[in-house]
């Protein structure tokens, strides 16, 4: 006759822990790869904005030639080409 092998088992309190680190591990999980979505998209806005500022600055030096823009006041000096 064969023995029935004892069940062996962690207790539920040891169990609920590692249930809840598993469950928050999961959750950070997600929160990354949301973040890593949402980096995604504001890389490529980032991306169209510098373009947006080129294509801007192509246009002012079209009107005024080359020249630095006082941001602040939007005065401007000529640049002197050497």
Given at each position: ?82
């Amino acid at each position: 006759m064969k023995k029935v092998e004892e069940v062996k088992k962690i207790t539920e309190e040891q169990l609920t822990v590692i249930k809840d680190h598993q469950k928050d591990l999961n959750k950070s999980l997600t929160n990354l790869g949301f973040l890593e979505t949402q980096k995604h998209s504001l890389l490529h806005e980032y991306a169209g904005l510098v373009e947006d500022i080129e294509k801007y600055k192509k246009d002012l030096e079209d009107i005024y030639g080359a020249i630095n823009i006082n941001i602040e006041d939007g005065t401007y000096t000529d640049i002197e080409k050497e």
